[in-house]
C-alpha cells in the first residue's frame, strides 16, 4: 500500500508562486509515473501535468510556461512549482502516482485558492 501527502497549499495574491510537495510513503518498487491534477470549485477534476519515470514532462495548455513538475526519487517526493499564479488556478490540487502501469494511488488533495 502507498500513501500520498500533499502539502504547500495556501492563500497567494494574483501573480504570487507556490510549490506543492507530495511526499509517498509504503512499498513503491517499480517505474512510477507521476501527475498533478486539480479540482476547481464546482467543476470537475482536471489533469494539469505529468512526469514521467525518465522525468519527461507534459503539461495542460492551461499552466503551460507557469507551472513545472519535478520529482526527486530518492525523498520519493513530487513537486508542483506555480509561477504565476491565477485566480482561474484556485483548486484542490491532487497528485497521482502509477506504479509499474498497474497500481495507482491519490493523495488526498491540498487547497489553493489565489485572490485577485
Do not use: H
Amino acid at each position: 500500500q502507498v500513501q500520498l501527502v500533499e502539502s504547500g497549499g495556501g492563500l497567494v495574491q494574483t501573480g504570487e508562486s507556490l510549490r506543492l510537495s507530495c511526499v509517498g510513503s509504503g512499498s513503491m518498487d517499480g517505474i512510477k509515473t507521476m501527475r498533478w491534477y486539480r479540482q476547481p470549485p464546482g467543476k470537475p477534476r482536471e489533469w494539469v501535468g505529468t512526469i514521467s519515470g525518465g522525468g519527461i514532462t507534459n503539461y495542460a495548455n492551461a499552466v503551460k510556461g507557469r507551472f513545472s513538475i519535478s520529482r526527486d526519487n530518492s525523498q520519493n517526493t513530487l513537486y508542483l512549482e506555480m509561477n504565476s499564479l491565477r485566480p482561474e488556478d484556485t483548486a484542490v490540487y491532487l497528485c497521482n502516482w502509477n506504479i509499474a502501469g498497474v497500481w495507482e494511488f491519490w493523495g488526498q488533495g491540498t487547497q489553493v485558492t489565489v485572490s485577485s
